[in-house]
């Protein structure tokens, strides 16, 4: 898949979502669209937990241990939607 196809692939998710938070709720979906019919694929998968009403708790589930750089695309997911919330790693999975 071309750099340009896969870039109006994802951009369809980010018009679809009203905000960050339907967004980030949608992520592990998206995961499983997107390579679902990629021999191999395996993205990370997603859990969420809601803590409160203001707190959402993600579990990254990925055998390449890659939350540093998932907790960097949540704050561009932030940055995208203009919305202003902490993101913070609680530990390697969360």
């Known amino acids: 898949m071309g750099k340009h196809l ?10 679809e979502a009203k905000n960050a938070k339907d967004f980030i709720l949608k992520l592990d979906r998206i995961h499983w669209l997107m390579t679902r019919n990629i021999p191999y694929a ?8 809601w ?8 579990k990254y ?4 241990n890659l939350i540093d750089f998932a907790i ?16 913070l ?4 999975n969360k």
Do not use: A
């Open 72 to 87: 960097r695309l949540l704050k561009g997911v932030r940055k995208y939607y203009r919305e202003n919330f902490d993101v």
């Open 89 to 92: 790693k609680v530990d390697e």
């Open 51 to 58: 803590v409160d009403d203001n707190t959402l708790l993600m």
């Open 61 to 64: 589930k990925s055998h390449r």
């Open 42 to 49: 395996n993205p990370p998968r997603f859990d969420y937990e």
């Open 6 to 15: 896969l870039s109006k692939s994802i951009k369809v998710f980010y018009d």
